[in-house]
């Protein structure tokens, strides 16, 4: 009888230019890529650790390094994996989790030889438009990188840094297509967001996310009654608060893979909000294709999609994930996540 072999390396990826948001900037990631085999079968999981979460590539490999032996052996279904995580006795790290799941789902997939989306009777491998991120530079640098990506249809713009409005009425400059904003926590005053918001209402601008800081949750309640644009909730949404009182605070949830800890439990959350009146936006960490593919899966049921993390490394191990003309995610008909491991 076979056994199922784990495996995992620490690949570091290469962002193409320095990339900068309010809290930072960084030029290299280093992700944790997990290999699950058995039965001729090998399935693969990404994790994208994120200091702002406490976590990082090494608390990644304690986690996987915690899994019992035969954890996986009498793991049937996605909703039988997802339980049996509780039982593991480590500290949750949520990107190592996912990891974790998204390689069993990907073996699963595989085995069946059968792609996750047509498992999960999502009736189409095409989901919403991604955005395609602007990391915060100077306006000229902006613009600049705007202009060398002209076959992206939407822009997401990094901003809080200061210069938000010079950057905005800069990039306005040199293209008219639709923008989606994200102050990554950069307004701290109540004021200095109303302010904002209400220069950006005039710039053909969709959404803007996480405009201040995640522990105001009261003073965004008060903005969100007040802004004429959709506030989406990053980092005030992990996964664990309080749907009812996010949805005081946002019109949008982001759900990340890497926060949430698992796509199981996402496709539960994803419901849920829409019960509530939430929209949905997958967004994602800077990840290779096969994570993106993963979120790619859950924006198949999303309102907005931010997958393009891939787009922004030069050392991409996996390929398969594709963004069609209309500038959508598409998936691959291939078994499982569809991505296939470069050499």
Sequence with gaps: MSHFKLSWQIIPLQL?????????????????????????????????????YQETSDKVVEYIEAIPAGFFEDVHTPDELFEKFDDIEHEPVQSARVALEMAWLDWWGKSQEQPLWKLWDYGSAEGPVTSFTIGIDTPEK???????????????????????????TAIRE???????????????????????IAFLASQNVELIEQPMPAADLEKMKELSK???????????????????????????????????????RARKVLEQARELGLKVMIGCMIESSLANAAGSLLALKANYADQ??????NNDPFSGLRINEKGAVLLSDNPGLGVQKLA
Excluded at 142 to 167: F, V, W
Excluded at 174 to 196: C, F, H, I, M, Y
Excluded at 241 to 264: P, T
């Design 308 to 313: 393009d993390g891939h787009l922004l490394i």
């Design 226 to 264: 007040w802004s004429p644009l959709p506030l989406v909730a990053d980092e005030s949404f992990t996964g664990d608060e309080n749907l009812e009182e996010i949805a005081e605070a946002f019109h949008v949830i982001n759900i990340k893979l890497m926060k949430i800890g698992s796509l199981v």
């Design 142 to 168: 902006m613009q600049q990188k705007i202009l060398d990506a002209p076959e992206y249809s939407l822009y997401k713009i990094k901003l809080g840094s200061g210069d938000d409005r010079e950057i905005i």
């Design 174 to 196: 040199v293209t008219s297509k639709p923008l989606r904003v994200d102050a990554n926590e950069g307004w701290v005053t109540l004021g200095q967001a109303k302010r904002e």
């Design 16 to 52: 193409k230019e320095l990339f900068t948001i309010s809290r930072g900037s960084k030029s290299e990631v280093g992700n944790v890529f997990i290999s699950l085999s058995k039965n001729g079968y090998t399935g693969y999981g990404e994790a994208a650790p994120n200091i702002r």
